[in-house]
């Protein structure tokens, strides 16, 4: 089905800004609704919040910053990627990818 138009700017907008520190209220704002209202568009058409959704977009790009280049340090690739600390970027790959990032670089051929 077609997305709510304030989900679909709050998409873009987030595909284009991942990496920066965003809030709900700030993505609502430029999606031009609540952000009560787009927290539930996000729970009832993306099944996800957006907190959750942002962790994942952050790990996909982590993903493809430690494939680009495979000895680039692990904090950096954080950094890159949105994460302010070390341990919540760990966490949360491990949340997406089921292995820490040390694990998955060595795993997919690097280091």
Known sequence: G???DGLRKALLFLGE???EAVSLGQL???AHVSPSHLGFLFR???KTTFKSLLQRLRVERA???MAEDPRQRITDIALSAGFADLSH???CFRRVTG???REY???HGAG
Do not use: D, T
Request: net charge positive; proline share 4%; hydrophobic share 35%.
């Open 2 to 4: 077609k997305l709510h």
């Open 17 to 19: 800004h991942h990496a």
């Open 28 to 30: 609502a704002q430029r």
């Open 44 to 46: 009832s058409e993306l």
């Open 63 to 65: 993903l493809q910053l």
């Open 89 to 91: 970027f760990e966490k």
């Open 99 to 101: 292995v820490s990032p």
């Open 105 to 107: 670089r060595r795993r």
